[in-house]
């Protein structure tokens, strides 16, 4: 059972929910959409570049349905996408380095992710870098981790290049190539403005119970 501190996780999904439902209504359904990102196409970029910075799964996935319906280019995309990847992770390694009285009070917030993330270290190494770019929750606590430990600033870097490269280019081009089932799915939901955050809600709400499973004192 979670506790009453749990509830608070209910806040920002349902604000994302809100959103979607308000920015799927704004618009007459997918040709709409992709009209006006190819009308604000360096914007796209921009927000691409900031989401990607911390680690956005859904925006990767979406930058590559852009490319797919030829509203974005996918080498440009893809370039965003790994730099500022890479960029954010080696900030939050900086920040557990170098910085370590700042962050050490996050920890204290989130003993669970702590936990979970230390588990993903001990099992996997090196690997975890890798790993923890496809984990929604607890992708910023592996890289201060792993500085706190005094892993080395240079050997981080250096697999995080791989690690960036490897994680932006599977879930970009993944969704690039799967564009045509993407897109079937997204007509059968015109109209249907509810069921993007139900899936939203799912997706997380499931991340958030293989947590608690996975974190929980045996």
Known sequence: ?????DIWLVIPLALAGAFLYWIWG???GLDSILEFVKEWQILGYIILGFFSFGGSLIWTIAAGLAAYFGVMSLTIA???????NYAGDMFLFY????????????????????????????KYGVWAIFIQKFLYGIKTLIPLSMALSRYDFKKFGFYNIFASIF?????MLGSYY?????????????????????????????????????????
């Open 1 to 5: 059972m979670g506790s009453v501190k």
């Open 178 to 218: 799967s564009g045509d089932t993407i897109r079937q799915f997204l007509e059968l939901t015109k109209g249907k403005g509810w069921l993007f955050p139900l899936i939203l809600a799912m997706l997380i709400g499931t991340g958030w119970l293989w947590m608690e499973k996975t974190t929980k004192k045996r």
């Open 95 to 122: 920040l557990g380095k170098y910085q370590r009285n700042d962050v050490k009070p996050y920890f204290e917030k989130h003993k669970r992710k702590l936990a979970l993330s230390t588990l993903i270290l001990r």
């Open 167 to 171: 994680f932006v280019s599977v879930v």
């Open 26 to 28: 704004r618009f007459d």
């Open 78 to 84: 893809l370039l965003v996408g790994i730099i500022c």
